[in-house]
């Protein structure tokens, strides 16, 4: 290998940009990203309203987050810390810090007992969980049960409404549903103490982007060899390299390898997948995630989460589950829905209306933008106990393609740059 291969990248969000990024600090000079959309940043989304930005897609940045960190303190991207984070009960209208919504279904023994049995677990797998992917999880048939069946077997049933509000509320589905190794390798050790120190009143952690998190991506984006607008045609591979065909040029882009990033099923139309890849990519499942930014009056400057915990009053798809008013001397508000078949856009404006108003009196005056997401790609349980992800890791480098992403990694900026700077570790050795 020479640092002239040339490297092409599909996607330029998180996983691609860090990709691009560390390719570019080992020594490779001829890595281009290629990106549909006229921008960067993937599902890291920020608009500008009244002056300040505001994230319509991940916006959160914990201690755990190292090389995310390592990323923002190269580009000079400075963090600050969230709003204060509150709990509120529809049913009920009742809204109060996170751990005085604990204490009220559990005691403080309970909590604390519950937290450091999580933290042994963590410890007891700490060599498999903290290498990024999923690899050998059918290993492990606990971990493919789902969260709530797996905590409650084992005595945890703290756990589930702990990790309620950043599982269900951050867009990864019903913890009774989701498998346990998802929960793990995003609750991870730091992370999962930065939920502790949160909850026992010590708010230095999480942070977010001062001037939004996509600007982080457009810093990173500065120094590489990124290209937006880009329409592929298609997608073939052949014995020396792989051959990009892109809508309105004449000739196609030759290049020795590819990495990516997106989600494989989105290039199903246009790449030459083997029947094998065809299997696999078929059985990706997506959630559909809304964020609506609108001016609101009289909505307080924090962060408010849904408890959820009247059964009768399931709190349903199409509801607010994250409501952020970001910054105090401005109007506007971030509103986080889960959706599904039969709750879309407008049902989330209604919804976003009528819990203001029960919750605080308030009015959402003005929706301003509103953005769906294909969010969290996820295989089912039992793809994984058929070792669906060592499936997929086996293809890579077949035929001079690699994967990367929130696929492989887990939904998380954090957990998909750890990805990414894993694969050029373990497949692109340092050019000098």
């Known amino acids: 290998m020479n640092r002239d291969r040339r490297i092409a990248i599909i996607g330029a969000g998180p996983a691609g940009l860090s990709a691009a990024w560390y390719l570019q600090q080992r020594g490779y000079r001829n890595v281009v990203v290629l990106e549909r959309e006229k921008r960067v940043g993937g599902k890291c989304y920020s608009v500008t309203a009244g002056g300040n930005c505001f994230d319509l897609g991940a916006f959160t940045i914990t201690w755990g987050y190292r090389y995310t960190r390592e990323l923002a303190k190269a580009v000079g991207m400075p963090l600050i810390r969230q709003p204060e984070r509150k709990v509120f009960d529809i049913s009920e209208g009742w809204i109060g810090s996170i751990r005085a919504g604990l204490l009220r279904k559990y005691c403080l023994s309970t909590l604390l007992t519950t937290s450091l049995r999580y933290l042994a677990v963590l410890y007891r797998h700490r060599r498999w969980l903290k290498v990024p992917g999923f690899a050998g999880v059918q290993q492990y048939p606990e971990f493919t049960q789902p969260f709530s069946q797996w905590a409650r077997a084992r005595k945890l049933d703290a756990l589930v409404d702990m990790f309620r509000l950043p599982v269900k509320d951050m867009g990864y589905g019903s913890l009774d549903d989701i498998p346990t190794v998802y929960i793990l390798k995003y609750l991870h050790f730091w992370n999962f103490v930065t939920l502790l120190l949160y909850t026992a009143g010590m708010r230095s952690w999480p942070k977010r982007v001062r001037f939004g998190f996509e600007r982080l991506w457009v810093a990173v984006a500065l ?28 000739r196609p882009r030759e290049y020795d390898a590819i990495i990516i990033t997106c989600a494989p099923n989105q290039l199903a139309a246009v790449m030459d997948y083997t029947d094998q890849e065809k299997g696999l990519f078929g059985k990706i499942r997506t959630t559909r995630y809304c964020t609506t930014l609108g001016q609101v009056t009289g909505m307080p400057a924090q962060i408010f989460n849904a408890t959820d915990d009247d059964p009768k009053e399931d709190y349903l798809p199409g509801h607010p589950w994250e409501m952020l008013r970001a910054w105090p001397d401005n109007n506007h508000a971030t509103f986080y829905s889960m959706l599904d078949d039969d709750n879309a856009g407008a049902e989330a404006i209604n919804h976003i209306k009528t819990d203001l108003a029960k919750l605080f009196g308030a009015s959402l005056d003005k929706v301003v933008e509103q953005r769906e997401w294909a969010y969290f790609p996820h295989v089912s349980r039992d793809d994984m106990e058929a070792g669906y992800f060592d499936q997929l890791e086996s293809l890579q480098g077949q035929s001079h393609c690699y994967y990367s992403g929130s696929l492989l990694a887990f939904e998380t900026v954090e957990n998909v740059v750890a990805y990414s700077r894993a694969l050029v570790d373990q497949h692109f050795p340092a050019q000098h």
Not at 228 to 249: C, L, N, P, S
């Open 223 to 250: 120094p590489l060899n990124v290209q937006t607008g880009i329409q592929i045609k298609a997608i073939r591979r052949h014995t020396e390299g792989v051959r990009v065909e892109v809508a309105d040029e004449v």
